[in-house]
């Protein structure tokens, strides 16, 4: 992997060599080989036998930072079809693998994917009677909500008369003015929304209904009785002063002998007469005032409390009937649209049968690579499962490259960085692109296999539509970081560290080579920024001496080896030292 995070040890200690040490892919020590060799070749030869071996002649120029990985090829949009049938269903037919959906065949719905629908259909003619019948259940409930309604209505309204009727009753019988004031004494609520009070008893009984007979107020059917008993009291009074002057007059003529017997009998029968007759209107007139009238009175007013009390249970009533015909409703209401609802859901199973083309591109049947679930390969007569993949149409003009950058990269990475793309199958080939997303997360994938190496997938969208690229393909992926326009460089294994600092070794003819502390900037697989240290045109060791003279086994060394000598150590691309953190990418090293 190619990155540019510090070289050499940074501001906390870091080790250039750590950068190397986490390098997943070992095809990449091969680049440092081929620089040394080159180096040996263009500059080993002419440093003379002072070179003490490979060197390089420090450069000046442009130095573009850049991270490479491999990846492959894959289409930045795509069709997934999926089995939307719920359980396990059979394929009945599918389109070939590799099949070019056109244009013309979304337009005309080509069938892509059959699925067996049979169990589906005999679900379905069940499920009709069922909707049928909460269809009906919903049409009585809802007109027996209608009757309960205009029910309760009439009984509310015949229960609000009746208590109009007992009111004028009531006052018809006393009188307006004194039935009013005895109702308005006990407070009562003829509208039926009030429950009666609890002094309401307390106050009727308090009230003397004899005694509203003597009222002044009397008026009604009650003081026409009244009157009426008078009346008939005071002619009998008027029948028995008249019999008993008659007889009187009887007994005169009948003592000079000018009225017989006879006579004197009949006058004498009818003061009997009289005297009943007042008697029987005095007694019917005291039973009124004492009985009738009381008992009449109290009925009467007892009959419009209780049509009021009535009132109120009927509206009471009616919020039963109709909450309870409301339920009634609501509950057929819900059975049709579940019914409603699973019906037009297994239409849509049964739509959802026939998959039919709605983009264009290739056909790829899905699954088959990875089959975790234990699924069927795609084909025809093979059972499917809900959601699972059927087959993939990728859009071939929008095509991506997906690879893996180490954390020691990854803060560098960024979208709308620029890109170079390059396919092991067309070498020839050069596309661009640019980052269009960086994944937050290290790959799931990649930490199961090896916990401790940390890969964050990079997606680099391809510029232009190319017909020939493929999904799967291998690529190379050069993103260009930073481009720093005029500095010094030399390649990275000429630096090294010694004492806590980077270093490089400059030849000096015949004479040993000269150890010079440099400040070290941004680097690549490949080369090195120096800031400080070197000038343009010196010749530097691509090895140190003690690498030299271990043969290149000091790269091997263990550092607690490597701490017991006095000489610099030599980074290796390989390798970072114990105890020493990844550089922080981005980061200028010290």
């Known amino acids: 992997m190619t990155s540019a995070p510090e070289a050499g040890t940074g501001p906390k200690g870091k080790s250039l060599s750590r950068f190397f ?32 071996g490979a060197v390089f002649a420090v450069k ?39 099949y070019q959906v056109t244009e013309d065949d979304v337009k005309n719905g080509k069938v892509l994917v059959e699925l067996d629908s049979a169990d589906l259909l005999q679900r379905m003619t069940q499920q ?25 209505e009439s009984d509310i309204t ?19 003015e004194l039935g009013r004031e005895i109702l308005d004494s006990l407070a009562l609520d003829p509208t039926g929304e009030k429950e ?25 059917d009650a003081k026409q009785m009244k009157n009426k008993l008078e009346s008939e009291n005071q002619l009998a009074s008027q029948d028995l002063l008249v019999a008993e002057d008659a007889l009187k007059w009887t007994k005169e003529l009948a003592s000079k002998e000018f009225a017989t017997n006879t006579e004197l009998q009949q ?27 009381p008992k009449m009175a109290e009925k009467l007013l007892s009959d419009y409390e209780e049509s009021i009390r009535k009132l109120i249970r009927t509206k009471k009533q009616s919020i039963s009937h109709l909450s309870q ?66 087959i993939t149409i990728p859009d071939m003009t929008k095509m991506s490259v997906s690879v893996k950058v180490h954390e020691s990269a990854i803060k560098q990475v960024k979208k709308g960085l620029k890109a170079t793309i390059t396919l092991d199958a067309f070498q020839d080939k050069v596309l661009t692109g640019e980052v269009m997303k960086v994944a937050v997360l290290p790959d799931s994938q990649q930490r199961w296999m090896n916990p401790d190496l940390k890969l964050y997938t990079v997606n ?63 680097f690549t697989d490949e080369s090195i920024e120096i800031k400080s240290g070197l000038k343009e045109g010196e010749s530097v060791l691509l090895l140190s001496p003690t690498a030299q003279e271990d043969g290149g086994e000091d790269q091997g060394t263990p550092e607690s080896e490597k701490n017991k000598k006095d000489e610099p150590e030599q980074p290796r691309p390989d390798s970072r030292p114990p105890n020493s953190e990844a550089p922080s990418p981005g980061e200028t090293p010290k």
Not at 203 to 212: E, G, N, Q, V
Not at 267 to 293: C, G, H, I, P
Not at 333 to 338: H, K, P, V
């Open 460 to 522: 680099i969208a391809i510029d232009g539509s190319n017909d020939w690229l493929r999904p799967g393909m291998s690529a190379q992926a050069l993103i260009l970081v930073n481009e720093l326009s005029d500095v010094i460089y030399v390649p990275v294994q000429a630096v090294s560290e010694s004492d806590g600092e980077h270093v490089c070794y400059v030849a000096k003819g015949l004479g040993s080579p000269e150890q010079r502390v440099v400040t070290v900037g941004e």
């Open 60 to 98: 000046r120029g442009p130095l573009k930072i850049t991270v490479l990985e491999g990846g492959q090829m894959e289409a930045r949009e795509f069709q997934e079809v999926k089995s939307d049938v719920k359980g396990q269903t059979k394929i009945l037919s599918i389109v070939e693998e590799g």
């Open 128 to 152: 009709q009677i069922e909707f049928q019948g909460a269809v009906a259940s919903r049409a009585q409930a809802q007109e027996q909500f209608e009757i309960t309604q205009k029910q309760n």
């Open 325 to 390: 015909a409301e339920a009634t409703l609501k509950a057929s209401e819900a059975r049709y649209q579940l019914e409603e609802q699973q019906t037009k859901e297994l239409q849509e199973q049964i739509d959802r049968c026939v998959i039919k083309a709605d983009r264009a591109g290739l056909v790829v049947y899905g699954g088959n690579e990875r089959n975790f679930y234990g699924d069927d390969q795609i084909k025809e007569g093979a059972m499917v499962r809900q959601r699972q993949p059927i």
């Open 21 to 52: 040490m986490n390098k997943p892919w070992t095809w990449k020590l091969a680049i440092p080989v081929a620089v040394l060799i080159i180096g040996y070749l263009v500059f080993g030869r002419g440093a003379g036998p002072q070179s003490n």
């Open 158 to 176: 015949a229960a609000a008369l009746d208590v109009k009727f007992k009111r004028i009753d009531f006052e018809k019988y006393l009188g307006a």
């Open 196 to 220: 009666e009070s609890a002094d309401v008893q307390s106050k009727r009984a308090a009230i003397d209904f004899s005694a509203l007979a003597q009222n002044p107020k009397l008026q009604g």
């Open 267 to 293: 006058d004498q029968m009818k003061v009997k007469r009289a005297t009943v007759a007042q008697d029987s209107t005095n007694t019917a007139k005291q039973l009124y005032a004492e009985y009738e009238f």
